[in-house]
């Protein structure tokens, strides 16, 4: 092991317990949608409209079974430094645009 791995490693693990010794600790962000304002007046408008819909029209929907595999790149996991009890904390979420790349099969 070389001298600056084991610097590294002695510093991430005080890092770490001085975090958790503060009340903090490490967890993975939720996942927020990113809605731009227009996105957000479309949906508001399409669930406006269907308001009135009956059981038997939501019947007749055809609801289909597709698999979706998204090609992703960069930091997947991200992770965020939060109390317990700051789950809904909007400054711990992680924006996820809708849109990815992907493939319908």
Known sequence: MGRTKFYED????????????C????????????????NKRRRIAWIKSHLSCTLSQWKKVLWTDESIFEVSYGNIG??????KDEV??????KRVVLKTRSVMV
């Open 10 to 21: 002695h510093f991430r693990s005080i890092t770490h317990r001085y975090i958790k010794r």
């Open 88 to 93: 809904n904390n909007p400054s711990c979420y």
């Open 23 to 38: 009340g903090y600790a490490f967890y993975k962000a939720r996942c927020k949608p990113f809605f731009t304002s227009s």
């Open 78 to 83: 991200r992770k965020v430094i939060r109390k």
